[in-house]
Each structure stands twice: as C-alpha cells, then as structure tokens.
C-alpha cells in the first residue's frame, strides 16, 4: 500500500475486543491499510491464525480478561513500543428490561464496556504510551441515543463512552491527540447472533427491516474507523457518529 493521508504506514493501533466480529475486522483493515495492530481479547485463536497466515510481523495480540481491571496496568507496562492509535471495541451486551435493574449486572456489563477503557486509557496516557498526533476511537451505540426497550444498562455505558470521548479530545487537545466515538446500528456478529437467540428471528427480521440498507458488516464500521485513525480525519475530534444505515434518520 502506498503512503498517504488515509493509509496507517508506520503506526501502531491498540486494539480491544479484537478477537471477534467489529474488532477483529477493524485489526484485518488496519494491516491492509498499512499499519500494525496489537489487539486484546480472551479467545485470541482467530486473530493469531490471521497474524500468521498473512505473515504480519510487526503485529501481536495479547491473551487478556478486561474483567481484571486490577491488572490492566501490567498489560501496558508489557507494551512493546509506544502507539499511534487506540481503539476500544471490546463489549458486551445486555437485555432486561429497566424495572429488573439488578445491580450486579450492571457492574458486569460496565467493568468491560466502560470501566475496563477508562482504566487502560489512563495507564497508557500516565506511562506516555501514547504518541502526539494519535487518534483514539471508542465504538458505542445507536443505543446510546435511542431508548430501545431492554437496553438500559448496555445504553448507560455507551452514553457514557460518546460523553467522555469529549471530554478526553478537549483535555488531551494541546497534545493533538484525537478522540472520537462511532454509534454503529446493528452489525452482523457474534453479538447480533446472540440477540436474535435471547429474542427471536420474528422480532430480528421486524428490526431489520427498519434499517433502509439492511443490517451492517463488521466492514462498515472498520473502514470508517481506519479512516479516524488515519491523518485523513486529522481536524476530527471529539465527535459521536452514527453508522447505521440510516436507521435513526428515518420515519
Ligand atoms: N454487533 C452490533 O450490532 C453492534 C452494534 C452497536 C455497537 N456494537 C459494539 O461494537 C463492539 C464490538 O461488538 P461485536 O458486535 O464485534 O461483538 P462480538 O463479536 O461479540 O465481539 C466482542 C469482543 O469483545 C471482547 N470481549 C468481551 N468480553 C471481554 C472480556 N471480558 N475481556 C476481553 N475482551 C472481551 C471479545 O473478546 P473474546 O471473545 O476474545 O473474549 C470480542 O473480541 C462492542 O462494543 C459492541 O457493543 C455492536
């Protein structure tokens, strides 16, 4: 690939909840755009069999439970080298509906959707593991900005995620870091397989039809985010943005 303004040459991109669907897209287009990877996740067989096959060098993953926020700072200070970019896609969902709020749930789901990110972030900014200019992307929701019935608490972290983006790109500005979120409607994953499990393909096929260019692909997200991580997006910070085929654009 050659260099320019949208290509990842020479940068290196953390990323979590690479191991599956969104994330483990957003690793491949990274290296076909250039760039190395180091991604995060549990069940790490797929991403190391793709590292192989295409001979990436210079890009690892790493074995990690984010549910272990107490050790977090031992996967940052293992950090090879400094990095270029940041992008947290490690999530889970959760539905119940709001009057069955149950209190450990709500802890489960914000340890990694939430928690989990504001901890690595921290460790990678104080240890300076963080190069000037890089760019940091944190994938949230549709349902952060649209209250769908039995998503309260996967809604919580992801509003959460979309206000402290902003407040990360004002304070890490003069530094001319970059933070930005993306609110992807509904993608074709494991965690959409799940969906249609816990509710039914009846009520899936109703929601899909409201998407006007039907349910995404991890691709639809990750080239966007290759894009916010590449110099091409350099004066973009401290957005949220929707991709969701036009879903919330719609009557
Ligand atoms: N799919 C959608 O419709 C959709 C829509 C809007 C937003 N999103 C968001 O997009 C992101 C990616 O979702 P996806 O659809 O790609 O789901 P996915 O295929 O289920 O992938 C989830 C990723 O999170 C990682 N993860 C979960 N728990 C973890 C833990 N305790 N420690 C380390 N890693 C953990 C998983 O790693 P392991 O499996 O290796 O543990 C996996 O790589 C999530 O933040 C999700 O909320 C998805």
Same mark, same amino acid.
């Given at each position: 690939?050659?260099?320019?303004?949208?290509?990842?040459?020479?940068?290196?991109?953390?990323?979590?909840?690479?191991?599956?669907?969104?994330?483990?897209?957003?690793?491949?287009?990274?290296?076909?755009?250039?760039?190395?990877?180091?991604?995060?996740?549990?069940?790490?067989? !797929?991403?190391?069999?793709?590292?192989?096959?295409?001979?990436?060098?210079?890009? !690892?993953?790493?074995?990690?439970?984010?549910?272990?926020?107490?050790?977090?700072?031992?996967?940052?200070?293992?950090?090879?080298?400094?990095?270029?970019?940041?992008?947290?896609?490690?999530?889970?969902?959760?539905?119940?509906?709001?009057?069955?709020?149950?209190?450990?749930?709500?802890?489960?789901?914000? !340890?990694?959707?939430?928690?989990?990110?504001?901890?690595?972030?921290?460790?990678?900014?104080?240890?300076?593991?963080?190069?000037?200019?890089?760019?940091?992307?944190?994938?949230?929701?549709?349902?952060?900005?649209?209250?769908?019935?039995?998503?309260?608490?996967?809604?919580?972290?992801?509003?959460?995620?979309?206000?402290?983006? !902003?407040?990360?790109?004002?304070?890490?500005?003069?530094?001319?870091?970059?933070?930005?979120?993306?609110?992807?409607?509904?993608?074709?994953?494991?965690?959409?397989?799940?969906?249609?499990?816990?509710?039914?393909?009846?009520?899936?096929?109703?929601?899909?039809?409201?998407?006007?260019?039907?349910?995404?692909?991890?691709?639809?997200?990750?080239?966007?985010?290759?894009?916010?991580?590449?110099?091409?997006?350099?004066?973009?910070?401290?957005?949220?943005?929707?991709?969701?085929?036009?879903?919330?654009?719609?009557?």
């Amino acid at each position: 690939m050659k260099d320019n303004n949208f290509s990842l040459i020479s940068k290196t991109i953390l990323v979590t909840g690479a191991t599956s669907g969104i994330g483990l897209e957003i690793c491949k287009q990274i290296a076909i755009a250039g760039g190395n990877f180091i991604g995060i996740g549990r069940n790490v067989e !797929k991403l190391q069999h793709y590292i192989e096959e295409h001979s990436l060098v210079g890009s !690892k993953v790493v074995k990690f439970d984010l549910v272990e926020i107490e050790n977090i700072h031992l996967l940052v200070s293992e950090l090879p080298i400094k990095i270029d970019g940041f992008v947290h896609s490690a999530g889970i969902a959760h539905v119940s509906p709001m009057h069955f709020f149950n209190y450990n749930d709500y802890e489960s789901i914000r !340890k990694i959707n939430l928690d989990s990110v504001l901890v690595l972030f921290s460790e990678l900014l104080k240890n300076k593991k963080i190069n000037k200019n890089a760019s940091v992307v944190f994938i949230s929701s549709i349902s952060a900005i649209r209250g769908a019935k039995g998503n309260g608490l996967y809604a919580i972290t992801k509003a959460a995620l979309d206000g402290i983006s !902003k407040v990360y790109a004002n304070e890490l500005s003069s530094k001319h870091i970059r933070v930005n979120s993306i609110q992807p409607g509904m993608v074709e994953t494991d965690m959409s397989k799940q969906a249609e499990t816990l509710l039914s393909k009846e009520i899936m096929d109703i929601d899909r039809s409201k998407y006007p260019l039907g349910y995404g692909e991890p691709k639809d997200i990750a080239l966007p985010v290759v894009f916010l991580l590449s110099n091409a997006s350099k004066w973009i910070t401290g957005q949220s943005i929707v991709i969701d085929g036009g879903r919330t654009s719609f009557l």
